[in-house]
Structures are given as structure tokens and as C-alpha cells.
RNA sequence: GGAGAGGUGGCUGAGUGGUCGAAAGCAACGCUUUGCUAAAGCGUCAUACGGGAAACUGUAUCGAGGGUUCAAAUCCCUCCCUCUCCGCCA
């Protein structure tokens, strides 16, 4: 969340920032500082009676020492009670509100953020390799997969539902050889520690990361203990060190986490209909990074080029593009997505998503580190798909296949699938 | 799920109604001294939110939330978590 100090400082400024995402967020920045100065100033009164309390008391205290009679300045303060619960109420009440205003307004884009009204204005970064040619019309990763029995849609529904697959034989082979080689190398060559999160998170680690209070319809919950499976290992991986305060020396902290990835997709148009590229449930390896807040925007930069050398190591032709102003997500300040080619789509397929919160999320989670000056900072925090891994596999099938319809595997991956194509 | 024990500052650990935000020790940091890879002495050393230009100052926090009281780390209730034993179990 943004930082109410900020906001009361410079509303302007705030607003400037907000007014390029869409939404009345200015009306939303004017309620917060309503609702401020009504709790500071219901904090203040509270707190002079609750200081004019202490003072009677340790009065009464001294007195009673000295066997002094107590029962006029004792039945003094008593009155002070009803006062003090009704401050107190209103207090914690405007509290409340304030907090959750706060978590309802998204995060300033950063300065350099390019500013745009939706997805048509996001400019391309860079691109790398290029189309690869095909003398026949390639086919979808929906026909290739049937073709082969990599898996099933059919069996995904039956068990489950609509938008759902069940990989089989080699087809999850490949699946398990894309995890293996993933996680392989973002904690090899990448740097990255591993780490196998709990797949059901709490309330906290979701407010922590800004998928709740406001995206709930997008989470499967369970409601008999209050727990809501993964939208992504960014959840559970950020909130490792929500509420702590880490050593300078730490930092930056940079996890890798593979872990299935669910999501109702609620509203969501076309699911299901385009195979393997948006389902309930996917597999993603995530890198998360924790850092201090000058470090941030060259961790960005690594993040993205970490997810990026995936592609590069497969083969696998691809655009990255700036998310502007109109099209980034509520917590982010600044991200770039990573598009692979799919032939058989005839377009691109957003593969990773790299995004940098600065401090919205550590504030929301109170994740901080002691600086050099002994002063408690809060961290900037970082996410990124590193990738994920329905749509590689996409990617995968329809930029290998041959004209007898055979998929050629990456030199790469082989050692990790056991072979060197598929038919 | 059942029985018991317990949750205090970075750590260990006192504290069972009143000058307790909390003794003591350890760790850390600063200074001094001696000198050498260590010791001694002194000092500093939780967080959040307010007020103040600042010095400084107020309030809250001893797992969380409620209650009793003029006053709660300390008494009462509820919940959470940890440990031990039992049960169940991949």
C-alpha cells in the first residue's frame, strides 16, 4: 500500500501519478486524507485522556503507599471510562477505514513507467531470434498433443472440469523435464535458492502480495479452514519474511519456486477453448527477489534477463514489452512482459510477467531491514515468471514440430526428457 | 482428535496488580585503556502511531482479541501457535 505520510504530504503529486492507471483514484486519495485527519485528531484526544489517566494513577499508587485515603481521586478517574471506550471504538473504527482505503488504491507507477490507456501502447522492449519458417501450416499444440497422447483435456473435465488437463506418458515427461530444467537453472547459472512453499496460504500472505482484499473472486478458497490455494509461488515466497526485519547483509534474497498455479479465472473469456494457454491450473516456476530500495530497478532488469535466457536456451523466439501506465497490474510500479512466438497460434503467448513493487507490498506485509544507520527500512520487493510453463510447452510444440508431425526436443532439454524427439 | 506444559526485547531469561517498556546475562554497536587477533572499563542498543522546526515528548505493544480494575506482563474469558505424551496417518 502507498505510504500515508506520502500521501498527506504531496496529495498532488499522488494524484498526478494515480490519474495515468484508470479509476477515480483521486476521489479515492481524497477519502483517505478525510478519514486521516478524523483519526488523528480522534487518536490525539484519546491518547490525552489515556496520559491524564496514567498520571492519576501512578498518583493513586504513590498515595496508597503512604496510606493516604484515595477514594475521591479514585472515583475521579472512573468517570474517564465511558469517554476513553467511546475514543477508543472510534479510534480503532478509523483505523479501520483507513486501512482499508489504503489497501484499495494501487501502487504509483514508477517515474518511468511509459504512459499509455491499455495493452495497444505497451512498447516492445526488444526482441530476440525470429520466426522460424515452415513449409507446411503448422498446427495448433491442441492437434500435436492429441496426436501423440501428451495429454488430455477429455480426462482433465472428467475428473475436475472444464479447463483442466491431465498430462500423460510423455507428455508429462515433458512437463517434468521443463520443471527440472527450469529449477536447474535459475539456482545454478541464476543464483536463486529453491524453495518448496506450502500450496494453501492464509488471508495475511494474500493481503501481503495484493491479491486480497480486492481480487478474492479470483482464488480458490477453502472455506472450513480459511485457506485459499496458490494463484502463484509469488504468495507464499514473498511472505517468508513478511513482518521481519532482515540484515543488510542478506539482501538481496533471491528464491526460485516451482509450484502448481490455480486460479478461477472468473469472467474470463474464451477459457478453456485455446488448449493448453489458460487453465485452472498451471505449473510456473517463479523468482522473487528481496532487496534494499536502490537496488531495485537493476534487479529488475537481472529478473527479466533471467526469465529471458529460458527462451534463449530453448531456442525459443520471443518480444518483451513494457507494460505502460493503462495495462500494469494494481501492485507494480513497473513491469515488462516476456511473449513467446506460437506458431500454430500465430501469435505471441505471454510466457513471464516481471514486475517490480518497490516498497507497496513490503509495506503492506511490514517485511523491512536495518540499514547501515541502524534505521529500519522497508524493502523493495520483485516478482517474475521464470517461466511459466503451460504456454512453453505451447511454445514448445509448435516451433518443433516437423512436417511428418514428429517434435523435435531442444539439445537442452534432452538429457531431461530422455530423448531427442517426440513421434 | 485427547492429555499436559508453555508463549516476555536479536537470543537466554527474571518478573504474579501500582514509579515495569520491563532485572540480569549473552550478542551487537560506539568510546577509552592495555596491546595484539584477545581482555577490561564506560556508554548505546525494540517497534508502531501521534505532537514538535528541533531538542524533545505523548500513547500503544510482554502470542492475538475481549473483560475486571483508578491501575494489567501480572487476574478472568476466547482464540492462535510451540513443545511432550497418546491416537490417527502419507
Same mark, same amino acid.
Given at each position: ?218 482464488? $480458490?478458497?477453502?472455506? +472450513?479452514?480459511?485457506?485459499? *490455494?496458490?494463484? #502463484?509461488?509469488?504468495?507464499?515466497? %514473498?511472505? /517468508?519474511? =513478511? ?125 523491512? $531491514?536495518?540499514?547501515? +544507520?541502524?534505521?529500519?527500512? *522497508?524493502?523493495? #520487493?520483485?516478482?517474475?515468471?521464470? %517461466?511459466? /510453463?503451460? =504456454? ?32
Amino acid at each position: 500500500m502507498l505510504d500515508i505520510a506520502l500521501i498527506r504530504k504531496n496529495p498532488d503529486a499522488v494524484k498526478t501519478r494515480l490519474a495515468a492507471r484508470h479509476g477515480d483514484w483521486p476521489a479515492q486519495i481524497d477519502a483517505v486524507l478525510r478519514c486521516d485527519v478524523q483519526r488523528r485528531q480522534a487518536e490525539t484526544q484519546l491518547q490525552t485522556l489515556q496520559a491524564d489517566r496514567n498520571r492519576i494513577s501512578k498518583e493513586i499508587g504513590a498515595k496508597k503507599k503512604a496510606g493516604e485515603d484515595t477514594s475521591a481521586i479514585e472515583a475521579q478517574v472512573r468517570g474517564f471510562g465511558d469517554e476513553m471506550k467511546r475514543l477508543n471504538e472510534q479510534t480503532a473504527a478509523l483505523d479501520a477505514e483507513q486501512r482499508d482505503l489504503l489497501l484499495g488504491i494501487p501502487n504509483l507507477p514508477h517515474e518511468n513507467c511509459p504512459v499509455g490507456e491499455s495493452a495497444e501502447q505497451n512498447p516492445e522492449v526488444r526482441v530476440w531470434g525470429e520466426k522460424p519458417a515452415f513449409a507446411f501450416t503448422p498446427k495448433s499444440h491442441v492437434e500435436l498433443g492429441e496426436a501423440h497422447g501428451l495429454f488430455s483435456f477429455e480426462r482433465g473435465t472428467k475428473v475436475a472440469g472444464p479447463a483442466f488437463v491431465c498430462y500423460m506418458g510423455k507428455g508429462a515427461r515433458l512437463e517434468r523435464a521443463l520443471v527440472n530444467f527450469l529449477l536447474d537453472r535459475q539456482t545454478g547459472e541464476g543464483g536463486y535458492t529453491e524453495v518448496a512453499p506450502p500450496l494453501l496460504v492464509n488471508r495475511d500472505a494474500l493481503i501481503g502480495t495484493t491479491q486480497l482484499p480486492k481480487f478474492g473472486d479470483q482464488l $480458490y478458497h477453502c472455506a +472450513d479452514d480459511d485457506l485459499f *490455494l496458490v494463484p #502463484t509461488a509469488e504468495v507464499p515466497v %514473498t511472505n /517468508l519474511h =513478511r513482518e521481519e526485519i532482515l540484515r543488510a547483509d542478506q539482501l538481496p534474497i533471491k528464491y526460485a519456486a516451482y509450484t502448481p498455479c490455480f486460479r478461477r479465472e472468473a469472467g474470463a473469456a474464451g477459457l478453456g477453448t485455446r488448449g493448453l494457454i489458460r487453465m485452472h491450473q498451471f505449473d510456473k516456476v517463479e523468482l522473487v527477489k528481496i532487496c534494499r530500495p536502490e537496488e531495485s530497478a537493476a534487479e529488475l532488469e537481472s529478473l527479466t534477463a533471467d526469465a529471458e535466457r529460458i527462451l534463449q536456451l530453448l531456442g525459443l523466439h520471443y518480444r518483451t514489452i513494457e507494460l505502460c501506465t493503462g495495462d500494469i497490474g494494481f501492485g507494480s510500479a513497473k513491469t515488462y512482459d516476456i511473449e513467446v512466438w506460437a506458431p500454430g497460434q500465430g501469435g505471441y503467448l505471454e510466457v513471464s510477467s516481471c514486475s517490480n513493487f518497490g516498497d507497496y507490498q513490503a509495506r503492506r506485509m511490514a517485511l523491512r $531491514y536495518k540499514g547501515e +544507520d541502524g534505521k529500519n527500512q *522497508l524493502c523493495h #520487493t520483485l516478482n517474475g515468471s521464470g %517461466t511459466a /510453463l503451460a =504456454r512453453l510447452y505451447v511454445a514448445l510444440l509448435e516451433n518443433y514440430q516437423q512436417a511428418d508431425g514428429s517434435i523435435v526436443i531442444p539439445e537442452i532439454l534432452r538429457p531431461y526428457f530422455g530423448a531427442d524427439q517426440i513421434g
